[in-house]
C-alpha cells in the first residue's frame, strides 16, 4: 500500500460500503427489494435537492453575478459545477431543462436562471462544457 494511505483507509471503506447497493444495481445483481431500496433513496434525495433548489438557494445568489460578486468566488466553483451536473442529470444541456415536470414542477426561480447566464457566458464555462454538460 501507498505511504499514508491507512490513513484514509475508513474513508475508503465506509464509501465502499455506502456504494455497495449502486454497484449491485450497475452489476445487475440487485434483488427487487434493493431495487425498490435503492429508487425510494433516489426520490427522496430528488425531493430533497428540489426544495434546496427552490427554496434554500435563491437566498444565497445575489440580483446579477456571482455570489462573491463580480469575479466567481471559490463557493462560485463548487456551485456551478454542481449545478451543470444537477442539469445534465435531467439530460437537459441548459437551465432550462429543470423547469416544469422535468426535474423542479415548476419554473426556475429568476435568480437561478440569471447566475446560470453568469457562468454559461463565460470563456471558460464554454471551453470547459464544450461537449456538453458533464
Do not use: M
Not at 433513496?41 to 453575478?65: C, K, Q, T
Not at 437537459?92 to 419554473?107: C, R
Amino acid at each position: 500500500s501507498a505511504p499514508g494511505a491507512n490513513a484514509h483507509a475508513k474513508f475508503y471503506e465506509a464509501k465502499q460500503n455506502g456504494d455497495a447497493l449502486a454497484q449491485k444495481l450497475y452489476g445487475e445483481v440487485a434483488t427487487e427489494e434493493e431495487k425498490a431500496t435503492y429508487f425510494k433513496v433516489s426520490i427522496n434525495h430528488w425531493a430533497n435537492l428540489r426544495a434546496f433548489i427552490l427554496n434554500d438557494l435563491p437566498g444565497y445568489l445575489h440580483e446579477s453575478g456571482f455570489i462573491g460578486g463580480e469575479r466567481p468566488g471559490e463557493d462560485d466553483f463548487h456551485l456551478g459545477g454542481w449545478l451543470a451536473r444537477i442539469v445534465a442529470c435531467t439530460g437537459g444541456s441548459d437551465i432550462s431543462a429543470l423547469a416544469g415536470d422535468n426535474a423542479l414542477g415548476k419554473a426556475v426561480p429568476e435568480k437561478l436562471v440569471v447566475y446560470w447566464k453568469t457562468w454559461s457566458g463565460r470563456e471558460s464555462w464554454k471551453e470547459v462544457y464544450a461537449d456538453g454538460l458533464h
